[in-house]
């Protein structure tokens, strides 16, 4: 065993139990003891060095390339234990000078002026619909559920989150609403046969626009919900009586928030009403997840409310309403990742083993920076008239129940195969 890996080690895993067994069959155990044990192995003695090098883009790396193994546990339970042990003193002067360019490079290509929204979007969304289909519910909702009990399944929690967001947008019949960022069409979907809307979901993704736009065909909705491939930015339309974005604005970045909330404001009718649902995290990040930003979301980035609140203010918007819910993403990760897990074998026919690690690891990643980072996610309702909302919460419970009862009484969705 390498005397730099057996130092990372040493300095990050206190508390709990790690084993390592490194390429030469050598074996040593990190931490108190406590807890359940981890245990990893390494193929090669290379991939000890490139960890020690750059963890926080190594640890990713070398694990979907199959060259660090779990022996005990998951992948999951390994960066839960890093993360619980991690602290600033932990980091050696290597990880420092990297973080330090990563820093630079990200506030780089903030101020440039070419933007790669389109691009961005395809490397991800424009993945087979049937990578997707293989872990998310049959609306296919790939956003955070709302779990109104521990015990919810993930069905039962997506269905309430459709409720919770409609419920707070106030829907009248016959409204136009806009929905920027569509996914696969099933909140738009569901706005309109609940509340009798006319939605217009804009997307930057064609395997979304394919697919959502067949599914509106197939429920008879065509006449009452479309599917556009529209940038915001670009949007030019009459003022909708309602705007909703969900999981759409982690891809805006910060240098766009200003923009972003212009042209909401711009599109939203005076006396409109606007739900933005997103993640959060408890600060400013310095920098984006090596791994993620690499792999999984390029040019994506997760804000802090203090960052978008003066974003809003600007753009002449009232926030009437705030919501913070930390933990319902966790649950939601979970069963995305257990089932995913449970059908690994068409994933990797689907496209090979090392994309099934990554985009486990990507899944168990997400998951954990919601159990040990504080990252939580965030309801905005904003309004452009300060009247535009009830001075009290009860409606938000009223409707509700209201759409509870429609939900009851509709037959269950049928998962389409893509």
């Given at each position: 065993?390498?005397?730099?890996?057996?130092?990372?080690?040493?300095?990050?895993?206190?508390?709990?139990?790690?084993?390592?067994?490194?390429?030469?069959?050598?074996?040593?155990?990190?931490g108190d003891g406590t807890g359940e044990p981890?245990?990893?192995?390494?193929?090669?003695?290379?991939?000890?060095?490139?960890?020690?090098?750059?963890?926080?883009?190594?640890?990713?790396?070398?694990?979907?390339?199959?060259?660090?193994?779990?022996?005990?546990?998951?992948?999951?339970?390994?960066?839960?234990?890093?993360?619980?042990?991690?602290?600033?003193?932990?980091?050696?002067?290597?990880?420092?000078?990297?973080?330090?360019?990563?820093?630079?490079?990200?506030?780089?290509?903030?101020?440039?002026?070419?933007?790669?929204?389109?691009?961005?979007?395809?490397?991800?969304?424009?993945?087979?619909?049937?990578?997707?289909?293989?872990?998310?519910?049959?609306?296919?909702?790939?956003?955070?559920?709302?779990?109104?009990?521990?015990?919810?399944?993930?069905?039962?929690?997506?269905?309430?989150?459709?409720?919770?967001?409609?419920?707070?947008?106030?829907?009248?019949?016959?409204?136009?609403?806009?929905?920027?960022?569509?996914?696969?069409?099933?909140?738009?979907?569901?706005?309109?046969?609940?509340?009798?809307?006319?939605?217009?979901?804009?997307?930057?993704?064609?395997?979304?626009?394919?697919?959502?736009?067949?599914?509106?065909?197939?429920?008879?909705?065509?006449?009452?919900?479309?599917?556009?491939?529209?940038?915001?930015?670009?949007?030019?339309?009459?003022?909708?009586?309602?705007?909703?974005?969900?999981?759409?604005?982690?891809?805006?970045?910060?240098?766009?928030?200003?923009?972003?909330?212009?042209?909401?404001?711009?599109?939203?009718?005076?006396?409109?009403?606007?739900?933005?649902?997103?993640?959060?995290?408890p600060t400013p990040p310095l920098v984006n997840?090596?791994?993620?930003?690499?792999?999984?979301?390029?040019?994506?980035?997760?804000?802090?409310?203090?960052?978008?609140?003066?974003?809003?203010?600007?753009?002449?918007?009232?926030?009437?309403?705030?919501?913070?819910?930390?933990?319902?993403?966790?649950?939601?990760?979970?069963?995305?990742?257990?089932?995913?897990?449970?059908?690994?074998?068409?994933?990797?026919?689907?496209?090979?083993?090392?994309?099934?690690?990554?985009?486990?690891?990507?899944?168990?990643?997400?998951?954990?920076?919601?159990?040990?980072?504080?990252?939580?996610?965030?309801?905005?309702?904003?309004?452009?008239?300060?009247?535009?909302?009830?001075?009290?919460?009860?409606?938000?419970?009223?409707?509700?129940?209201?759409?509870?009862?429609?939900?009851?009484?509709?037959?269950?969705?049928?998962?389409?195969?893509?």
């Amino acid at each position: 065993m390498t005397s730099k890996l057996e130092g990372l080690l040493n300095r990050i895993i206190r508390t709990g139990t790690l084993t390592a067994t490194t390429a030469d069959g050598q074996s040593r155990t990190y931490g108190d003891g406590t807890g359940e044990p981890v245990a990893i192995r390494f193929t090669d003695e290379k991939a000890e060095n490139e960890l020690v090098d750059d963890p926080q883009l190594k640890l990713g790396e070398i694990y979907m390339d199959g060259r660090m193994v779990m022996d005990a546990g998951d992948i999951y339970d390994l960066l839960a234990l890093v993360k619980s042990n991690t602290h600033a003193e932990d980091l050696s002067f290597g990880m420092i000078w990297r973080g330090v360019a990563r820093l630079a490079l990200t506030r780089l290509q903030r101020l440039l002026p070419v933007n790669h929204n389109r691009r961005n979007v395809a490397h991800h969304y424009d993945l087979s619909a049937k990578l997707f289909d293989l872990f998310l519910d049959a609306d296919w909702q790939y956003s955070c559920a709302y779990f109104e009990t521990p015990e919810t399944s993930l069905k039962d929690a997506q269905v309430a989150k459709k409720r919770h967001i409609a419920a707070k947008l106030l829907l009248g019949e016959g409204q136009r609403v806009l929905e920027i960022g569509s996914g696969w069409g099933g909140m738009a979907m569901y706005l309109a046969e609940s509340s009798g809307v006319d939605v217009t979901g804009i997307t930057l993704s064609t395997e979304q626009l394919r697919v959502s736009r067949d599914r509106a065909e197939k429920r008879g909705l065509s006449s009452r919900v479309r599917f556009e491939l529209q940038d915001y930015r670009t949007m030019k339309a009459k003022p909708f009586d309602r705007i909703v974005s969900v999981g759409m604005f982690e891809h805006v970045g910060p240098s766009n928030y200003g923009r972003f909330f212009r042209k909401a404001a711009e599109l939203l009718d005076k006396d409109g009403v606007m739900l933005l649902h997103s993640i959060g995290q408890p600060t400013p990040p310095l920098v984006n997840n090596a791994f993620f930003e690499k792999y999984i979301f390029p040019g994506g980035y997760i804000p802090s409310l203090a960052e978008v609140l003066p974003a809003v203010e600007k753009a002449g918007l009232f926030i009437r309403d705030i919501e913070i819910m930390p933990r319902h993403y966790a649950r939601t990760l979970r069963h995305w990742r257990e089932r995913f897990l449970a059908r690994k074998e068409e994933a990797v026919r689907l496209y090979d083993e090392r994309f099934f690690r990554m985009w486990e690891f990507y899944l168990a990643g997400s998951e954990m920076a919601f159990t040990h980072q504080g990252f939580f996610i965030f309801h905005m309702q904003l309004a452009r008239n300060t009247f535009a909302v009830p001075d009290t919460r009860g409606y938000m419970a009223e409707r509700e129940a209201a759409l509870a009862a429609f939900d009851a009484a509709r037959p269950p969705l049928e998962k389409v195969t893509y």
